[in-house]
């Protein structure tokens, strides 16, 4: 008996999920990045700073510091790590920049994107999840606003990003694999350097947020209405997935059905922190007066 105890004891332990027992999910809130359980639970405040980006395996949480620069105007931005089990925060000093921004982690865990002013203009950068082996992605033909939101492929080996103007899958040497003009994508919206791009599970579907071109009239809003579409990458077309009252930005694609977004609605003056389904309703509140968010992988079993 005792055998088969320890026998039952070493089959659930390694049937276990391999990092914890549930997903969690990132955001900002104010000036301090955030996690919290998926259903937005148990929500711990962890470091002062800005675009949380939570590794694969929910470990790590990649975001940005921000200080007054002592050289030039403006604040000095540096990529910082956070090992959520210990609470060290590391700061990857060996960038060869004081103005980094937005990382992403690759779908391995290994590697983080992000954006890096250099030469006077931004550009993509890459680094091991240590802080060693940066390189950057150049490639002379993409404008320096491509690198202002990229996003990882499913494959780890490529990256999709946008310029305003067009809408971009390149691997990571720089090398374009794929391009879309944003005017044919999108007819009647448009995006600004701050819209986000997030890949679905299964690698064929990219959420979008975008300004849309019509007036929609909202007190508490100056600027246009922000929405969601779906891009068919296959199929190369873009469908609206928010309705025509909301007001919804900043995709995280979370399953083969939902994503994380925030939206403000009418009579709010902040936004906050939702999950939704792909057909844009069941919208459930996870965290309020939040943003940026993130999410880990879905669990791995060992």
Known sequence: MKRLAICISLLLTLAMPAFGTQRKIAFERGDNVWIANLDG???????TGSLPNISPDATRLAFNTSEDSKTRPGPERHIAITDLASGKVTVLKDIPS?????PVWSPDGDQIAFSIMAEKEWHLGIVNADGSGFRFVK???LKSEAFG???WARDGKSIFCHDLDNLYHIDLHGNVLKKWALSKVLTEAGMNGGDRLSVSPDGKTLLMDVDLGAEHERKNWDG???AIYGFDLSAEKATRVTGKNDFVWEPFWLSDSEFLCV???ENEN????YRMSLDGKNAKLLAKHARTPSASAAIIAR
């Open 41 to 47: 639970s148990d929500a711990k405040k962890i470091a």
């Open 98 to 102: 004081d103005n980094c921004f937005g």
């Open 139 to 141: 490639n002379a033909g």
């Open 149 to 151: 939101a990229p996003t």
């Open 224 to 226: 246009p209405q922000p």
């Open 263 to 265: 939206m403000q609605k």
């Open 270 to 273: 902040q936004p906050s922190l």
